[in-house]
C-alpha cells in the first residue's frame, strides 16, 4: 500500500500522528504525478516549488497542534479556480499567460487551512463539455481505459482523484461537470446547492448554474472538503447566509426508514444495460438498508436539455464577452481598428466548441428571438424546478443514474455536438433547480469501466446526501477500487 | 432550415467572432440541429408560468458602502496586452 492509495482523513490521521511531515507527502504525490499524469493528461500545470513551500508551512502550523481538517493536505484545483501568481487558462489558448492578481474565494479557505495545492487541472476550455475533449491541452485520458474520456468538464479533477495524484480536488458544475466526470472515474463527486460556495474567483461559465464542489475517494474526504469551502460570502452576491452543519459528523446517521425517490423517467430505454443493472442493484442495497423505495415523476425531464442548453449558452455568450483582448488575455491586432482587434482576437484565442456556444447564446438573446427562446427556456426552467419540489414533497432523496452509459471512447461523440449533449440528460436537473447532487461509485460495466449512482437533495440538503452515500459504502466496495495505472 | 447561412454570419458579428468560411458552414449545420432539438420546448404551454431567473430566490445583495482596500492600478493592469500612463491601450477607436 503507497501513502497515494490513502484518503484524504487516513492522511490526516497520519499527518496528525506526526507519522509523516507534510513535506514528506507532498513529495510523495509529486512523484506520483511525474509517473503517471502523463497516461492521463489530468494536470495542466505542476507548481512543485509553491507546493514545497506550502507544506513547510503546514509542517510548522502541525508542530504546534493548532490545525484545521486540511493542513499540509496535498489537493489540486481545476483550473478555472484563478490562483494568485499561479497562471491560470480555464484551458483556453485566449487565456495563455495569465497570472490571476489575487486568490478566490475558495481557493482562499483551502490556504487559511494550509492545504498544500499542488498545482491546476486540466477541464473542457471554459467547462464547456462534457468529455474533456474540448481543452486547448489535449484530452484528459481515463485512467480504468486511456481510450476512454475522463468525462467533462472537471475530467482532469476526477482523473487526478482517480490516478491518486492528489488527495482530493475541486471542481466545477454548471451542468453535470463535477458528477460525470466523477462516474466515468469511479470517484465521489458532490455538487452542492446553488449559492453554498462561493463563486468569487471562478471563472463564469453560466452564472445562474455553475456551482463549485469536491471530487474525492470517498464520501467522508467529500463531506470534509465542502466543510472547507462551503459558506457565505459577502464577495458573491448569490452566496446564500444559511448556516453551515458539521458535514462529517453526521455521515454516519444512516437510513433507515429514509425515503428514496426512484424517477421513472430517468430509466429509459436506451440506458446502457450495465449502469441499468448496477443502479437496480444500488437500490435493492438501499432496501436492505433499511431505506423505503418510492416510484416517483419528474415529467419534465425530457425538457432539461433543451432548457439547459439555451440559458447556458445565453450566459455564456454575456460571460465570455470580456475576453476581448483589452485588460487580460491574449490580443490579436491586425492594425485595423478596435472592432476587428475584438474579432480577431475572439476567433485566435477560442476553441470551436466554445465559438459553438457564444453563437448559439448570441442568437438566443438577439432582437426578436429572445421570447421564443431565453424566456421560453426560463418557463420551462421553473417546470423542472417545480417537477422536484413536487418529488420532495414525497421524499428525502432521489436515486437516479449519473450518466446513461459508462466513459465513451475518445472521439466517439466529438463530430456530434448534439449527441454529445444528450449525455448530460441525468444531471442537468439539478443545476437547472439550484439544488444538490452526489455522485459515488456503484459498480462496474463488464468492461471493468466504472459506474456512478446519483443521489439527489433538496435545496441545503447536502448533509442528507452525504449519509446517504456513507451508508451506501458502508455496505459496499466499490469506492475502494482501484484503477490500473 | 432554422438558421441561415446569412443569419450566423450577422450572429457572428453581434458576438465579435471573426469565423472562416469553413466555420461558418460548420456552424451553420451545428445551430441548425441544435435549433431544431430546442423546438422540443414549445410542446409545453407556458403561457402562465413565471420565469426562473434564478434557482435559489435571492433578493438584491446590499452591503455597507464602506470603503476597503481594492486590486491597484499596478495589479490591474499587469496582465494588459499593452498599457500606458496607468491606463489599458487599445486601437484607435474613433478615425
Known sequence: MELTDLTLHELRGLLAEKKVSSTELTKIFLERIAAVNSKVNAFIKVVEEEALQAAAKADQRLQTGDTAPLTGIPLALKDIFITEGIETTCASKILSGFIPPYDGTAVNRLKKQDAVILGKLNMDEFAMGSSNENSAFGAVKNPWNPACVAGGSSGGSAACVAARMAAATLGTDTGGSIRQPASHCGVVGLKPTYGRVSRYGVIAFASSLDQVGPLTRDVEDCAIMLQAVAGYDPLDSTSIDTPVPDYPAGIKKGVKGLKIGRPKEYFIEGLDPDVASTIDRAIATYRELGAEIVDVSLPHTDYAIACYYLIATAEASSNLARYDGVRFGQRVNPGEGLIEMYRQSRAAGFGPEVKRRIMLGTYALSSGYYDAYYLKAQKVRTLIRQDLNNAFEEVDVLLTPVAPSPAFRIGEKAADPLQMYLSDIFTISVNLAGTCGLSLPCGQSQEGLPIGLQLIGKPFAEETLLRTGYAFEQATDWHLKKAPL | ?95
Open chain 2, 1 to 95: 432550415m432554422k438558421i441561415t447561412r446569412n443569419e450566423v454570419e450577422y450572429v457572428a458579428g453581434l458576438a465579435r467572432l471573426s469565423l472562416q468560411e469553413d466555420e461558418i458552414d460548420a456552424l451553420t449545420s451545428d445551430m441548425d440541429a441544435i435549433l431544431a432539438y430546442v423546438e422540443k420546448l414549445n410542446e409545453l404551454e407556458t403561457h402562465d408560468i413565471i420565469p426562473t431567473a434564478h434557482a435559489v430566490p435571492v433578493e438584491n445583495a446590499f452591503r455597507e458602502d464602506k470603503v476597503r482596500p481594492s486590486l491597484g492600478t499596478a495589479k490591474a493592469l499587469q496582465n494588459a496586452p499593452e498599457s500606458e500612463n496607468g491606463c489599458f491601450r487599445v486601437p484607435k477607436v474613433i478615425e
